[in-house]
């Protein structure tokens, strides 16, 4: 079974920064897209950013373009998003979650999801 | 303000029917396919419908899935009570190059 492992959440001072991971397992990593999802406490999901197989294309929200960074490591089958100044309403748990192809297209879904970790901005 | 418009919430009674309508435009829903989660409480979403109508392995005939022109809906028959959760629709937005969400609806079985 698919399994994806979220980590690396902390509370963080307005402004700082952090590294998010996915661990994947049980099945061929680099053979599929990746994205990060969020959710707010006691909000509704909101996608951040998505990442090819190869890693070669990357999308961003407009909400966090210019700040976060998606990428991966295929030989260690690990995600990663590297956050950069982190603001109040970055404050969400933040899932990974796997794709169904290689690249993200405009028929994407994510069919296994991580179980999220915890990022708390405040100071 | 998400850019699908979901009821904040429904309800229906066990073995009833209930219908969930996501609403979006011609740049997502209009020209995408149309995906459901279901998120139970304090867990993490997990996909309920792809492709607008088709279901994963595992999920119920009683969940179905449809889509006409910029709408979509989410049908779940003979309602149980392990139905109660949050439940969200998401398309990609061709005009904003990313997965776009509805703002989820909070399903009661009363």
């Known amino acids: 079974e698919v399994q994806l492992v979220d980590s690396g959440g902390a509370l963080v001072q307005p402004g700082g920064s952090l590294r998010l991971s996915c661990a994947a397992s049980?099945?061929?990593?680099?053979?599929?897209?990746m994205s990060w999802v969020r959710q707010a406490p006691g909000k509704g999901l909101e996608w951040v950013s998505a990442?090819?197989?190869?890693?070669?294309?990357?999308y961003y929200a407009d909400s966090v373009k210019g700040r976060f960074t998606i990428s991966r490591d295929n030989s260690k089958n690990t995600l990663y998003l590297q956050m950069y100044s982190l603001r109040a309403e970055d404050t969400a748990i933040y899932y990974c979650?796997?794709?169904?192809?290689?690249?993200?297209?405009?028929?994407?879904?994510?069919?296994?999801w991580g179980q999220g970790t915890l990022v708390t901005v405040s100071s | 303000q998400s850019v699908l418009t979901q009821p904040p919430s429904a309800s229906g009674a066990p073995g009833q029917r209930v219908t969930i309508s996501c609403s979006g435009s011609s740049s997502n829903i209009g020209s995408n396919t149309v995906n459901w989660y279901q998120q139970l409480p304090g867990t993490a979403p997990k996909l309920l419908i792809y492709?607008?109508?088709e279901r994963p392995s595992g999920v119920p005939d009683r969940f179905s899935g449809s889509k006409s022109g910029t709408s979509a809906s989410l049908a779940i028959s003979g309602l149980q009570s392990e139905d109660e959760a949050d439940y969200y629709c998401?398309?990609?937005?061709?005009?904003?190059?990313?997965?776009?969400f509805g703002g989820g609806t909070k399903l009661t079985v009363l």
């Open positions: 979650a796997k794709e169904k192809a290689f690249v993200t297209t405009v028929t994407t879904y994510f069919d296994y």
């Open positions: 492709t607008n109508n």
């Open positions: 990442i090819s197989g190869s890693g070669g294309t990357t």
């Open positions: 049980e099945f061929t990593f680099g053979s599929y897209a």
């Open positions: 998401a398309a990609w937005d061709d005009s904003l190059v990313g997965c776009v």
